[in-house]
């Protein structure tokens, strides 16, 4: 049997899901959790072979869980079950080590062919999920952050307000919000910290 974890911060898609598994001598649904920082806990006490992840949940949210799993040597395969399918969500979560990205209009036995193929190791996608990363792949890389873009996420690693930040530059509180938006799209994240980490990452800001 495929012991499973079920990761989705709404009881009734995990009493759902629950009672899909539950039906099928396959699988075994050994826990369960809300968050990201519950999912966490469960895996060490119970060890599944597959965490079923959901991706946007409050406290730690999914890809953050994703990262942690795999820093604290889990052995479970990771099978994102969500409702998005932007490059936001798919490229992050795919990048922690996630296995598989599933999306929750899936079928039951598509559902279950998912889980057995993760659990063996197989990347699985769903082809509105594939056919995002093709496009990703395909396309050309985003423009580079302006210089005052740049200034301004510096800024706010810092640990400038928004209000600071635009103290700082001379320019309206507005202005720096318009520009923490298109970093944000330039970056393929959806906030503060999530920006200054990547820019960071690609060296873009310095300590």
């Given at each position: ?19 899909i598994?539950t ?10 959790a ?5 999912a ?30 795999r ?44 889980v ?12 509105a ?16 952050l ?10 706010i ?13 001379f ?5 720096v919000?318009?520009h ?12 503060r ?15």
């Amino acid at each position: 049997m495929i012991r499973l974890v079920i990761v989705d911060d709404h009881p009734v898609v995990r009493d759902g899901l629950r009672g899909i598994f539950t039906g099928d001598d396959r699988f075994d649904v050994a826990g369960e959790a809300g968050d990201g920082r519950e999912a966490l806990a469960v895996a060490r006490q119970v060890d599944p072979d597959v965490v079923l992840m959901d991706l946007r949940m409050p406290g730690m949210d999914g890809v953050s869980a994703i990262k942690a799993l795999r820093e604290q040597g889990a052995r479970a395969r990771v099978l994102v079950l969500t409702t998005y399918d932007t490059d936001a969500d798919v490229l992050p979560a795919i990048k922690a080590g996630a296995t598989g990205y599933l999306l929750k209009d899936a079928s039951r036995e598509d559902l279950f062919r998912a889980v057995e193929a993760a659990h063996r190791g197989e990347s699985v996608l769903s082809p509105a999920v594939a056919g995002r990363l093709m496009g990703s792949l395909r396309t050309p890389a985003k423009e580079p952050l302006s210089q005052r873009e740049i200034e301004v996420l510096s800024l706010i690693a810092r640990g400038n307000s928004n209000k600071e930040a635009a103290s700082r530059l001379f320019i309206s509180e507005a202005t720096v919000k318009t520009h923490l938006l298109h970093a944000y799209a330039k970056l393929g994240v959806r906030d503060r910290a999530a920006a200054v980490a990547v820019a960071f990452e690609r060296g873009l800001l310095q300590n």
